[in-house]
């Protein structure tokens, strides 16, 4: 007979309140008119995310004592698993306030309609005419729900579902870029399938842990004892040849599909094209919180995994753990070495948030208890390092000037029309004289990413490699470290041009960079690139390469760099930022005794 | 009896109906044909040379179509729900009604948009 | 009939599929060798949900189902928006992006 389960409604509280905040952003574009609705959607998606934050703070000290299964497992709060809620909710709020920020130049980074063709005169009505995307925000908050779901559950199922939930609005969002929109397209398409391939390797392991076991979660349901893969493993099921491999190959192919969700080498193709690709703002948000949750997933499987073989069979446990190993290295290797010739700023802080998964995974490979207390904070750290970068990128933009109409300094838009981002390095040397305040907050994130003391960042490593350590990994942990001082070098290069350089365009030494634009494109959307060094009084296009097909050079306009203003949501985000990573770095205590707190992930 | 006799009692019944009204109507249908009746059929469209747009089809038919794949593939849910309606009890009912509210709110909004308008 | 036929025919389907995202070029026959992968996973899973007299793997059969659904979606919303803009679903002129 069926009897209707009890579901403990506070313990799904805070996903309940992100995802339903997402169901009502939908209503809200429905019927809200369209002036109001940026503003409310901002105001909603802040509001849940700040609601399903209070709902963690509240539930912590009952989590801590005793971990919750709801419906049986399909949601597991242990302490870590909401403990990556909590810093999912926190980045998460962090990466809209970048989002919603539309600067100075009026304009957010996300295109007036995301369909229209590009380069058509449709385009072009919808940017004069003023419109805007607010779906990203309902998106937005999707994704967050998803990854809030995906870190905290026992269900592979669920956890499936979660990787859709928090994939497909990414996939989305990435195609929305205002600027460089076929690069943001194609960004989308790569995301998309690889993300596809990976989920359906994904649901086929667990398709054979199913076979395996009987059952798709790990420690089962309490009301039906012996049934999970856990149960399944230990209780001799093991012993038939046949479905130990069952058990084998799925747990690697769901081990795969979450290695991709986390950007590690061999699976890392995707992330310097999309984190290129994609909306600046966009980047920020995926990088950090889609990290957080895929390793909170990966951590989870991984360990549970370890928990049944580790008794039964060691020899497969040591198997499972050379996988890890490899993969880190190598993660560590590519991310750094491949790092370090990048001329863009956005792929290179790609290829750091790939090194970071790499040093992450040092830590996840030593398979000790303690490794989830630092796992949570290296991801806290990193996380916030990421946001604060990224949110620098978005303010640091190119600007067209027209020789002779106008002041160097002047304020923006005045005698030019600021353009995209300007990503690539050279372009940021001089930054430090620009603009100080915000060269010395980007300063402040790479060193935490590359790990130097006082920042968050370095409490972060030293947390990963005594992980490994204390697994008896010694030698990883040591290739962690120098893997280290390499992206150290890759870090300060980017600091000495930004603020050792002099700038390109600095009116002591003139260069003369050559706009060509399409026509057809309103001004302000033409795709140039400016690469070096161009001699001075140059009059052919030399320095310029436009990427859509048809061009014409117009006139003869430079590009400078400029600093546009924050009107207020992205500067307030890189201050905290900037202060939590200072904090962290000096007065970690707090937050390290509460994520001690969280290193219990067994209900 | 094997339980597939009956599906492939079925099977000839829906055969014979099938083959049976082309040949029927082959045989004893009144032939007077014309332009129109010999030109190629398009679902009552008038037939170009070549598909409007270079062979491509207008905009609206892949909203549509997207519309309909998602709300088409969500009814699975209803069957299960439908078989085991009684034990399910109120506990089903609820569950289902909240899911299909969940259904409808994408609904109104495709609806609201202008998603459905056919220019 | 041996039962684990089925969970060889589920594996050779998903071979295929994999295969055919790994060499084809066109975006919608990449996605399309994704769908396969799914569907052989579905076959995996009533497969052994009769093995196991368990109707879980039935119901997650359902589950795999509408989640290809909104992939179908939401994948081919991306791609037709890239066909509009360059007439061609090759994922090889897809490469202004080159990593």
Known sequence: MFEAPEIDWLALAPLIVVLGAGVVGVLVEAFVPARARRMTQIVLTLAALAGGFAFIAVLWPQIVVQPVQVVGGSVTLTPFALGAQGIIAVLAFLGVLVVADRTATGQDAFAPTASAVPGTSYEDLARRSGLEQTEIYPLLL???????????????????????????????????????????????????????????????????????????????????????????????????????????????????????????????????????????????????????????????????????VQTVDPEIMRQLQMVIVVVAVLTMAVGTIVGSVQTDVKRLLAYSSIAHAGFLLVGVAGFNSQVQASTLFYLLAYGIATIGAFGVVTLVRE???????????????????????????????????????????????????????????????????????????????????????VAVAFYLRLLVVMVFQRAQDDPAEPLVKLAETTPGAAPGEAEVSTSGDVSTGATAGAGATATLTTVQVTTAQRIEVTVVRSRGPAAVAIAVCAVATVILGVFPSPVLALVEQASKFVP | MNPYVPILILMAIGAVL?????????????????????????????????????????????????????????????????????????????????????????????????????? | MDITNYVVLAAVLFAIGATTVLLRRNAIVVFMGVELMLNATNLAFVTFARLHGDLTGQVLAFFVMVVAAAEVVVGLAIIVTIFRTRRSASVDDVNLLKG
């Open chain 2, 18 to 119: 099938a083959l049976g009204g082309v040949a029927a109507s082959a045989v004893i249908g009144p032939k007077r044909y014309n332009r129109a009746k010999l030109d190629s059929y398009e679902c009552g469209i008038e037939p170009t040379p070549h598909a409007v747009g270079g062979g491509r089809l207008p905009i609206k038919y892949y909203l549509v179509a997207m519309t309909f794949i998602v709300f088409d593939i969500e009814v699975v849910f209803l069957y299960p729900w439908a078989v085991d309606f009684t034990t399910l009890a109120t506990f089903g009912l609820v569950s289902m009604l909240v899911f299909l509210a969940l259904i409808t709110v994408p609904f109104v909004y495709e609806w609201r948009r202008g998603g459905f308008d056919w220019v």
């Open chain 1, 142 to 308: 999707f994704a967050a729900g998803g990854m809030m779901l995906f870190a905290s559950t026992d269900d592979l199922i669920v956890m499936f579902i979660a990787l859709e939930v928090l994939s497909l609005p990414l996939y989305v969002l990435c195609a929305t870029a205002r600027r460089r929109r076929l690069l943001s397209q194609e960004a989308a398409a790569k995301y998309f399938l690889l993300g596809a391939f990976a989920s359906a390797l994904f649901i086929f392991g667990v398709a054979l842990i199913y076979g395996f076991a009987g059952s798709v979660r790990f420690f089962g349901d309490p009301s039906r004892p012996g049934v999970g893969v856990l149960p399944a493993i230990q209780s001799g099921a093991a012993q038939g040849e046949g479905m130990s491999v069952l058990l084998v190959a799925g747990v690697l192919l769901v081990v795969v599909g979450l290695l991709f969700k986390v950007g590690a080498v061999p699976f890392h193709a995707w992330t310097p094209d999309v984190y290129t690709g994609a909306p600046t703002p966009i980047t920020g948000f995926m990088a950090a919180c889609t990290k957080v949750a895929a390793v909170a997933a990966l951590v989870q499987v991984l360990y549970r995994v370890a928990i049944g």
């Open chain 1, 399 to 485: 600007r067209r000037v027209t020789p002779g109409s106008g002041e160097h300094n002047g304020p923006v838009g005045d005698d030019g029309v600021v353009l995209g981002e300007a990503t690539e390095i050279a372009q940021w040397a001089g930054l430090g004289r620009k603009a100080p305040w915000l060269t010395a907050a980007f300063a402040l994130f790479l060193l935490s990413m590359a790990g130097i003391p006082l920042t968050a960042g370095f409490i972060a490593k030293f947390g990963a490699f005594t992980g490994a350590a204390s697994g008896g990994l010694w030698w990883l942990a040591v290739l962690g470290v120098l893997a280290s001082v």
